[in-house]
């Protein structure tokens, strides 16, 4: 086969302990996860529903790295997040099941452009822009379930400027790690590669240039990033 063009590298994340890398395949996100972040947002806990939308796979940018304050916003959001990295191919998979499925973990950020979420969201349209746009998709090294296990509670926080802005636990989500795979796993095939992005607990607010933004939870690891 000849290609046109050589294709873009694959893009790929750190796998602590190791010198191997983890190539990046989907980037799936999970909204509405915590209960207190669904009041924050002003939406009843019993009637929402997590929901779910992508990110490119090279939106993913590493722990330390530098993110540019992007255009089209003036409401830039940190979302702190578990993340599962899926290391086996599978649909349908049953809830049961769904650990087999999971490589690992790691702690990510889902940079949001939150007026134009809301913006488009009030006018019924796709928010894909103000969540799927260039490095919009911090994430740490991704710890291996062979060594860490698998977390179901621990602190989950994130600080700007060394001032704690989220604080919860990872055992306050709606939907569990498993349920994510069950249910996600019935709207696409999950691959070797794909990032879930579990959804984040309450105190979302705005950074701007030259905010350090430091995340972390508790028996996974810690994430790292300076807006420029
Ligand atoms: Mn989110």
Redesign the pocket.
């Known amino acids: 086969m000849s290609l046109i063009f050589e294709p873009k590298p694959t893009p790929v994340v750190e796998i602590s302990g190791s010198k191997q890398k983890f190539p990046v395949n989907r980037i799936y996100?999970?909204?509405l996860n915590y209960i207190d972040h669904v009041l924050e947002f002003g939406e009843d806990p019993k009637k929402v529903r997590p929901v779910y939308f992508m990110k490119p796979a090279d939106a993913v940018i590493a722990d330390g790295h530098n993110v540019p304050y992007p255009a089209h916003t003036k409401n830039f959001h940190y979302?702190v997040?578990l993340v599962i990295a899926i290391g086996k191919r599978g649909s349908n998979i049953k809830e049961s099941e769904a650990e087999d499925h999971i490589y690992g973990y790691a702690v990510g950020n889902?940079l949001?452009r939150r007026d134009m979420q809301i913006s488009l969201k009030n006018k019924g349209m796709p928010w894909g822009p103000s969540k799927g746009f260039d490095k919009s998709a911090p994430i740490s090294a991704i710890y291996p379930a062979n060594i860490i296990g698998h977390p179901k509670k621990g602190r989950i926080w994130l600080s700007v400027n060394g001032v704690i802005k989220q604080d919860s636990n990872i055992d306050q989500m709606i939907a569990s790690n498993s349920k994510i795979i069950a249910e996600l796993s019935e709207l696409f095939v999950l691959e070797p590669g794909d990032l879930i992005?579990t959804?984040?607990p309450s105190g979302i607010g705005a950074v701007f240039a030259g905010d350090q933004m430091d995340a972390g939870i508790d028996g996974i690891g810690t994430l790292m990033n300076r807006v420029v």
Request: with cysteine; proline share 0%; charged share 30%.
């Open positions: 996100c999970v909204g979302e997040e889902d949001t992005y959804g984040t």
